[in-house]
């Protein structure tokens, strides 16, 4: 495994020096690889090397996470128009514009502001769609489904979170105090939609704790989408600005806030930055 018979390297052996190196610089309690599926059994012998050589403390986990390929409509790899494997800046390249493009039909915005803005949702248009699904399965890449602002996307997500700040600045117009986060105080009955969005709030940290000890950020993908979908709800059937009853529309902003706080917390974890505005 270490060396060829005319004395060269193999991938072996820069694998198991790398866990050298990690464990004398950083002395990791667990290492995960997040490598191709099909390089699971290869792994494995390296694992189980490095445990026998003594390279890792018995205590030190060390995990596999295989994860699928991006395939293009026809079920294989994602490639060019040209046909040639496509670069991840030509990738990143290609969705900004479609975003671009997207923000500047639907908006009457300055070009400077709107390339700023699709840097920012391309990103997540692209993280999102990636994490969002299961790692280990292969997936198909749309640019159309990817950069929709609808649907079970990244450009979903981040479009609910701006409603909220939205809102919440018209708020703090006339209401320039600060507003806590808390949930209903108990002014009165609740619909369903109030019922609904306070219960998939609530969720938050049980998933959290489901998605690290599994290693699946598709959990939190999905999470935020159905918080995303219960607080898009929520807004339609309630008209939080123009409320006459002033403790009912405390206790609702109070509960977006929470809400809005969630979302942030949710893509921090993904590392997907939200705009002010879209």
């Known amino acids: 495994?270490?060396?060829?018979?005319?004395?060269?390297?193999?991938?072996?052996?820069?694998?198991?020096?790398?866990?050298?190196?990690?464990?004398?610089?950083?002395?990791?309690?667990?290492?995960?690889?997040?490598?191709?599926?099909?390089?699971?059994?290869?792994?494995?012998?390296i694992f189980r090397c490095s445990r026998k050589t003594g390279l890792v403390k018995p205590h030190v986990e060390l995990n596999f996470l295989g994860f699928g390929t991006m395939n293009g409509k026809d079920g294989k790899p994602f490639k060019t128009r040209d046909g040639g494997i496509m670069r991840l800046d030509d990738l990143i390249g290609s969705v900004?514009?479609?975003?671009?493009?997207?923000?500047?039909?639907?908006?009457?915005?300055?070009?400077?502001?709107?390339?700023?803005?699709?840097?920012?949702?391309?990103?997540?248009?692209?993280?999102?769609?990636?994490?969002?699904n299961q790692a280990t399965k292969d997936y198909v890449f749309d640019m159309d489904r990817f950069t929709s602002f609808e649907g079970n996307t990244g450009p979903y997500v981040l479009y609910t979170m701006v409603r909220i700040k939205s809102i919440?600045?018209?708020?703090?117009?006339?209401?320039?105090?600060?507003?806590?986060?808390?949930?209903?105080?108990?002014?009165?009955?609740?619909?369903?939609?109030?019922?609904d969005l306070m219960l998939t709030a609530v969720r938050f940290n049980d998933m959290m704790e489901h998605a690290a000890e599994e290693m699946a950020p598709h959990k939190i993908c999905q999470y935020i989408f159905e918080l995303a979908n219960a607080l898009n709800t929520f807004y339609h059937e309630n008209k939080i600005i123009a409320e006459e009853?002033?403790?009912?529309?405390?206790?609702?902003?109070?509960?977006?806030?929470?809400?809005?706080?969630?979302?942030?917390?949710?893509?921090?974890?993904l590392a997907i930055e939200a705009p002010e505005k879209m």
Do not use: H
């Open 245 to 269: 009853n002033k403790e009912k529309q405390k206790e609702w902003i109070s509960m977006i806030l929470l809400v809005l706080r969630i979302f942030e917390l949710c893509i921090d974890v």
């Open 168 to 195: 919440l600045g018209k708020y703090k117009e006339s209401n320039p105090q600060p507003v806590e986060t808390a949930f209903m105080t108990g002014s009165g009955t609740y619909g369903k939609s109030e019922t």
């Open 96 to 132: 900004n514009e479609e975003v671009f493009n997207k923000i500047m039909s639907n908006r009457e915005i300055e070009e400077d502001e709107a390339r700023s803005i699709a840097k920012k949702v391309a990103l997540a248009a692209l993280k999102y769609g990636d994490l969002s």
């Open 1 to 45: 495994m270490i060396l060829k018979s005319n004395g060269a390297t193999l991938y072996d052996t820069t694998d198991l020096a790398t866990i050298v190196e990690r464990v004398k610089l950083f002395n990791p309690d667990q290492i995960i690889y997040i490598v191709d599926k099909r390089q699971e059994l290869y792994f494995e012998r």
